[in-house]
């Protein structure tokens, strides 16, 4: 956070109850958006649910508007929703548009992004919130954007006093992923895909008020999308500890590895957690891995296939918050292997509930992580299984690692912490204008 916010951001316990609430120092009429937002979706949806609980704690109106699927609507809280034509979920993308979509700047958007290989979703939301805030802008004080970053948001902010969260610039997918692919095609097709980030890089150059979830979030969008990191204040995600917590009751399975596979895709490390997996488990037939999430077709299920290995990873989707919670708290290490990470929920999470971590320095994991778990270069195999394979034999380091986590979470992840600084950004901007 830089001194200006620091100096009107009121010093508040980091695991502070909800019934305990801080006024806003003014209360403001929020509209939080983001083009989607159910929690199922990934860190966007938890991330936007937290905040409007937050901000609405704080004292604030907050109001959510969002593409399918829709959040979890907190109580308190108002929710504006945009359809989409969820081209994803048609057979055939390419028929069905029909003729009232020709009426409508974002659907012929998003029909012609979808059926040329781009994805649109960003930019044909944003369309539709620009014309509906054509009437609607006079209800709101400042507008919050979950990292949606499309060029109608610098119209917006004529309007609307703007500020936007920046998690991590995909950019640095669009990398990874043009990488992972050899064929001159190939290539072209998956720049094409993520065309979206050249006018990512142009909104976030544009607007002056950014909330940055880390210092690296801050640092990799100066560094790939141009932006000047004066523009950006740096507030950590909070956690929910109510849920995310140690349970004593609960004994942890001595042989058990836990980790989030949310793709099979470079950034993600998948991969590497596998090669690292396959060498451990040579040496202990006891040894299992639990994955939150699908094992897709893809490099990572392909080397434990190779190796034999796939009757001892276990898979699971579809889970809740008190699933992923009751997993950290039986695993004997949670391993974070992603390449980079604008923040890392799933190491925030685990060290809440006691687990050791072993992580890589992708990102932020390092800044989440601290000194409390064990940091690894990214995309190092071996380093990774070395690293899993000291936790596993040395309960006492294990159990010194956990608890200095669980520590580091209550000590540092609040949300109400993070809503305090939106608020102080809130002031900035509505000042500025």
Same mark, same amino acid.
Not at 143 to 165: E, G, S
Not at 195 to 210: D, H, I, K, N, S
Not at 372 to 396: H, Y
């Given at each position: ?94 028929? !069905? &548009? ?5 009426? +409508?700047? =974002?659907? $012929?958007?998003?029909?012609? #992004? /979808? ?90 150059? !544009? &607007? ?5 979830? +880390?210092? =690296?979030? $801050?640092?990799?969008?100066? #560094? /790939? ?209």
């Amino acid at each position: 956070m830089d001194q200006a916010l620091a100096d009107i951001t009121p010093d508040i316990p980091a695991s502070g109850s909800p019934g305990n609430k801080t006024l806003a120092l003014h209360p403001r009429r929020v509209l939080l958006t983001g083009y989607r937002s159910h929690p199922h979706v990934g860190g966007q949806g938890v991330y936007l649910r937290e905040l409007a609980i937050g901000l609405r704690d704080l004292g604030h109106h907050v109001t959510i508007a969002s593409g399918p699927p829709y959040p979890d609507v907190p109580d308190g809280v108002e929710l504006i929703e945009f359809p989409a034509l969820n081209l994803f979920e048609e057979k055939n993308a390419f028929l !069905a &548009l029909r003729p009232k979509h020709l009426l +409508s700047k =974002a659907d $012929r958007s998003e029909w012609l #992004a /979808h059926n040329t290989g781009a994805f649109g979703e960003l930019l044909a939301f944003s369309y539709r919130l620009q014309a509906w805030l054509r009437t609607q802008a006079h209800r709101f004080d400042v507008i919050h954007d979950n990292q949606t970053l499309m060029p109608p948001f610098i119209d917006i902010a004529r309007q609307v006093p703007v500020v936007a969260t920046i998690h991590h610039p995909v950019a640095i997918d669009r990398g990874f992923a043009v990488d992972g692919v050899s064929r001159w095609w190939e290539k072209a097709l998956t720049r094409r895909w993520y065309g979206f980030t050249e006018m990512q890089a142009r909104t976030v150059r !544009a &607007l002056p008020c950014m909330l940055a979830v +880390s210092e =690296a979030a $801050r640092d990799s969008h100066a #560094a /790939h999308y141009g932006m000047k990191a004066a523009q950006a204040s740096v507030s950590f995600n909070g956690i929910d500890h109510a849920v995310f917590c140690p349970d004593a009751e609960t004994p942890r399975e001595p042989h058990l590895i836990a980790a989030t596979a949310s793709a099979d895709v470079p950034i993600k490390g998948l991969d590497v957690l596998m090669r690292a997996f396959v060498s451990l488990a040579a040496q202990n037939p006891s040894l299992k891995l639990e994955l939150i999430g699908q094992l897709r077709e893809g490099r990572a299920k392909q080397i434990l296939s190779e190796a034999g290995l796939l009757d001892r990873v276990h898979a699971k989707s579809g889970v809740t918050r008190k699933d992923i919670a009751d997993l950290y708290r039986r695993a004997s290490v949670v391993v974070c292997p992603a390449r980079f990470e604008g923040f890392g929920f799933p190491a925030a999470e685990a060290m809440a509930c006691g687990a050791p971590v072993v992580a890589s320095d992708g990102g932020a994991l390092p800044e989440v992580v601290g000194d409390a778990g064990s940091i690894v270069p990214a995309g190092d195999a071996v380093a990774l299984e070395t690293a899993i394979r000291a936790v596993l034999n040395q309960p006492d380091m294990a159990s010194e690692m956990g608890a200095a986590g669980a520590q580091r979470a209550r000590d540092v992840f609040s949300w109400r912490n993070h809503a305090l600084a939106a608020s102080a950004l809130y002031e900035k901007a509505i000042a500025a204008c």
